[in-house]
């Protein structure tokens, strides 16, 4: 059974840095896309980066320049670095992959449990 487990929340100051993890654990899959998405209160879920099985990436525009994601193939992880965190980054961060099972040859959007930043002083 594929898990996403996301790692690396917390409370960061204003201007600060944070770097969230996100593992894949199981077996008998291959890992097409991975990315970060986020959901402040009382907003809806938004697109923050994404990262290819071949290493394309793609950044939404408000991160562009303070932000980094990156996947290690040995580990089956993905890591998001930010920098120069905004209080309007503060959100629930959630891990997505889409995945296909060698089993039955599904491919599914996997999401983890999501991981809380808060920005503040």
């Known amino acids: 059974q594929v898990q996403l487990v996301e790692s690396g929340g917390g409370l960061v100051q204003p201007g600060g840095s944070l770097r969230l993890s996100c593992e894949v654990s199981?077996?008998?899959?291959?890992?097409?896309?991975m990315g970060w998405y986020r959901q402040a209160a009382g907003k809806q879920r938004e697109f923050v980066a994404s990262?290819?099985?071949?290493?394309?990436?793609k950044y939404a525009e408000f991160v562009k320049g303070r932000i980094a994601i990156s996947f290690d193939n040995a580990k089956d992880t993905m890591a998001l670095q930010i920098d120069r965190l905004k209080p309007e980054d503060a959100a629930v961060y959630y891990c997505?992959?889409?995945?296909?099972?060698?089993?039955?040859?599904?491919?599914?959007?996997?999401w983890g449990q999501g991981t809380q930043v808060t920005v503040s002083s």
């Open positions: 199981g077996a008998g899959f291959k890992i097409n896309v």
């Open positions: 990262i290819s099985s071949g290493g394309s990436t």
């Open positions: 997505n992959a889409d995945i296909t099972t060698w089993g039955d040859m599904r491919t599914d959007a996997y």
